[in-house]
């Protein structure tokens, strides 16, 4: 085999010690395609390697009790958590793909200090919002999320991001989500430097780098303690992001 190949090594060889335009264009164009397929099977590899879902959201916004729903189908009393918690997933597809769940603390005062731990490793985000507590949050919400969304990090990653609207106590909190949200995303309203999205223009989702779908949720479920929870969209989604 390398004696077959070696005339074309030695032509190309002699091409290279004399080069002339022709021959330049073509190496040219040669080094481009590698290049571009070099920087592309990086940007796989890196994100093949990213496996971790984060479980975002403001304090009592009902992340703790999705994780252990999604981990397993029962519900729990939760509390404020303090710490990060985390678990392998499976997700309901045909690849059996897992994921890692992780959910982060949502105080204020503990969330972004979460966020900058786990940030690099994520291949998707959950921004869970508490439907019934939407309207007295919104600005709160807006703050986090924008927080988020200006994060160099996520920015250059680009994860998939899942809204949740959880809990589902007004109902049409998911079309408000969609409404409130981008008007309150500015510099201006969340004391941030950064311009999120397109400048001179008013923020729209489809401005970002990364997919932001929506969906409604109850961890809960209709019938509390006794019933099953209502999350089969938010499964369906991590099944296509895995």
Not at 162 to 170: E, P, S
Not at 177 to 205: H, W
Not at 217 to 241: H, M, P, Q, T, V
Request: charged share 25%.
């Amino acid at each position: 085999m390398a004696g077959a190949v070696e005339p074309y090594l030695d032509s190309l060889r002699r091409e290279l010690q004399s080069p002339g335009p022709a021959s330049l264009s073509v190496l040219l164009a040669l080094l481009v395609v590698a290049l571009t397929f070099l920087l592309w099977r990086l940007a796989q590899g890196a994100r093949s390697t990213r496996r971790a879902v984060l479980l975002l959201g403001l304090c009592d916004a009902g992340k703790t009790l999705l994780f252990a729903r999604l981990l397993t189908g029962r519900y729990r009393d939760t509390q404020t958590s303090i710490t990060d918690s985390s678990a392998v997933y499976r997700v309901s597809n045909d690849k059996g793909t897992n994921v890692t769940l992780i959910d982060l603390p949502g105080h204020e005062s503990l969330r972004l200090q979460f966020l900058e731990r786990f940030k690099a490793a994520a291949r998707a985000i959950v921004f869970v919002v508490d439907s019934v507590a939407f309207q007295r949050e919104v600005k709160d919400v807006a703050e986090f999320l924008y927080q988020v969304l200006v994060d160099s990090t996520v920015l250059k990653n680009a994860p998939a991001l899942l809204i949740a609207c959880n809990k589902q106590g007004i109902d049409n909190t998911l079309r408000v989500t969609r409404s409130a949200a981008p008007t309150s995303l500015d510099a201006s309203a969340t004391g941030g430097p950064a311009q999120l999205g397109k400048k001179g223009k008013d923020f729209d989702f489809s401005q970002l780098p990364m997919k932001v779908e929506f969906v409604e949720c109850s961890a809960r479920g209709s019938k509390g303690e006794e019933g099953d929870a209502d999350f089969e969209d938010l499964e369906k989604w991590l099944a296509k992001i895995a």
